[in-house]
């Protein structure tokens, strides 16, 4: 059927319900692509956004199971409205890569997860990174360095600092995950810690790590930052759900409580992208609860509503077709 004539005005919130973008429904069908009941699949090349799963789960060091994360995001995402309230992201066009192989030594899992992020960057596109646990975010950086990235820095949104040289005398320990990347001098400033040893306050010192913690960021009900004059132009983003209160997000491994909320955590988030370009994002550290199918869909929300912040931030079109 051909689309109406105002098909490619943006959907009015409330109004249409679930509109879709052109392309056969999936609906009913269980997919693990982002939005795959709500729009068809993309080509890689026409999608800003790339979606990466990387299921890895093998240094959690209180409760497991955030190697089911990815799957459960991208599941609950074929629930989340295509309109985010100011336009609809996904036209901007979202392809799901099929989850990584994280078998083997972690020195080999992290060079797969550089060269994958490396590729996505090699196409001029957005990578989104789904885990699986922290030390997934160490791999990603080094895509980056990998594609030739050079000045950028990472902003971290987190219950812990992660700075510890080695945790349980393992250095690639989900508990490692940022001093491997100060280590590779990449800048780094945190946002709603509360949660960290002696050892990662010496590295914070060490290593010039600028920082909100929770206990000024959240009784003042921060939601906006602003980064060091001298941090670089370009920032990549990770977000450890454990950062979220775990009233929140309770489906994590290590919940500390005295994080921030919905609105706080987006609204810094859209604090961010407007005094630095946003160069892409991770959400990690994700442990679905089963029977409790609400922080799988806060989840799904989030890496969304991030997607729409950086589309709008980059001009991209937030209108498309629909079909019936």
């Known amino acids: ?3 109406p004539k105002d098909a490619t005005r943006p959907v009015p919130p409330g109004n249409q319900g679930r509109r879709r973008l052109a392309g056969r429904s999936t609906r009913g069908q269980r997919s693990f692509s982002f939005l795959a009941t709500e729009i068809p699949p993309t080509p890689p090349e026409q ?5 990466l799963p990387v299921p890895w789960e ?3 060091s209180y409760g497991g199971g955030t190697a089911k994360g990815p799957a459960a995001i991208l599941e609950a995402s074929g629930q989340v409205e295509l309109w985010d309230g100011h336009g609809i992201p996904a036209a901007a066009g979202i392809y799901t890569h099929p989850p990584l192989d994280v078998r083997g030594k972690p020195e080999a899992v992290i060079a797969r997860i550089a060269r994958a992020v490396a590729a996505i960057l090699a196409l001029g596109k957005i990578p989104v990174v789904l885990g699986g646990e922290h030390t997934v975010t160490y791999g990603v950086i080094r895509g980056y360095l990998q594609a030739g990235y050079r000045d950028f ?17 393992d250095p690639f320990s989900h508990a490692c995950a940022m001093r491997r990347v100060v280590e590779a001098g990449i800048p780094l400033f945190q946002l709603a810690v509360r949660a960290l040893g002696e050892e990662e306050v010496a590295a914070r010192q ?12 959240v009784p003042a009900r921060l939601t906006s930052l602003t980064l060091p004059a001298d941090f670089p132009p370009k920032v990549f983003f ?10 929140l997000m309770p489906a994590t491994g290590t919940p500390v ?17 407007a005094q630095r370009q946003i160069i892409g994002l991770d959400l990690m550290e994700f442990a679905p609860i089963p029977g409790l199918h609400a922080p799988d869909f806060t989840a799904a929300l989030l890496v969304y509503r991030l997607m ?17």
């Open 1 to 3: 059927m051909t689309a």
């Open 47 to 51: 999608a800003l956004f790339h979606i």
């Open 58 to 60: 093998r240094s959690v």
């Open 153 to 169: 820095g990472v902003v971290q949104l987190d219950a812990h600092a992660d700075l510890r040289d080695r945790y349980e005398d």
């Open 206 to 217: 060490r290593y010039g790590v600028g920082h909100i913690d929770a206990e000024d960021l």
């Open 238 to 247: 990770t977000l450890d759900v454990d950062g979220l209160d775990p009233i």
């Open 257 to 273: 409580p005295g994080g921030t909320d919905w609105y706080q955590t987006l609204r810094l988030f859209d604090s961010l992208a």
């Open 308 to 324: 729409g912040t950086l589309s709008r931030r980059r001009g991209q079109p937030e209108t498309a077709t629909t079909s019936s």
